[in-house]
C-alpha cells in the first residue's frame, strides 16, 4: 500500500506562487508514476502534470504549461508542484496520485489517464483570488 499526504495549499492572489508537496510512504515510491490533479467546484476531475520514475519525463495540460513545473525527489518520497503565474481558474483541489510500481508511462495520455493511477491522496485546497 502507498498513502499519499499533500500539503502547501493555501489562499493566493492572481499572479502569485505556490509549492504543492506531496509525501509519500513505501519502498515502491521511485518505480512509480507520479500525477498531479485537480477539482474544480461542479467540474471533472482533470489532470494537471504527471512526472516518470526517475523525472526524466514531465507532461502538463495544455492550461497549466509553461506556469507549473512537476519535481520530485525519490530519496524524500516526495512530489512537488511548483505553481507560478496563478489565475482564478486554477482554483481547485488539488490532488496528488501515484501508479501501480513497475508500470511504466510512455506517453501524455498516459499520464492524463485516472485509471492509471492506483493511489489517491486526500487534496489540498487552492484558491486564486482576483
Not at 518505480?31 to 504527471?50: D, H
Not at 514531465?58 to 519535481?71: E, L, M, N, P, Q
Not at 513497475?102 to 498516459?110: A, D, E, F, T, V
Request: proline residues 2%; charged residues 15%; contains cysteine.
Amino acid at each position: 500500500q502507498v498513502q499519499l499526504v499533500e500539503s502547501g495549499g493555501g489562499l493566493v492572489q492572481a499572479g502569485g506562487s505556490l509549492r504543492l508537496s506531496c509525501a509519500a510512504s513505501g519502498r515502491t515510491f521511485s518505480s512509480a508514476i507520479m500525477g498531479w490533479f485537480r477539482q474544480a467546484p461542479g467540474k471533472e476531475r482533470e489532470f494537471v502534470a504527471g512526472i516518470s520514475w526517475r523525472g526524466a519525463n514531465t507532461y502538463y495540460a495544455d492550461s497549466v504549461k509553461g506556469r507549473f513545473t512537476i519535481s520530485r525527489d525519490n530519496a524524500k518520497n516526495t512530489v512537488y508542484l511548483q505553481m507560478d503565474n496563478l489565475k482564478p481558474e486554477d482554483t481547485a483541489v488539488y490532488v496528488c496520485a501515484a501508479g501501480a510500481p513497475g508500470r511504466l508511462g510512455y506517453s501524455g495520455s498516459y499520464y492524463s489517464t485516472h485509471e492509471n493511477y492506483a493511489y489517491w491522496g486526500q487534496g489540498t485546497q487552492v484558491t486564486v483570488s482576483s
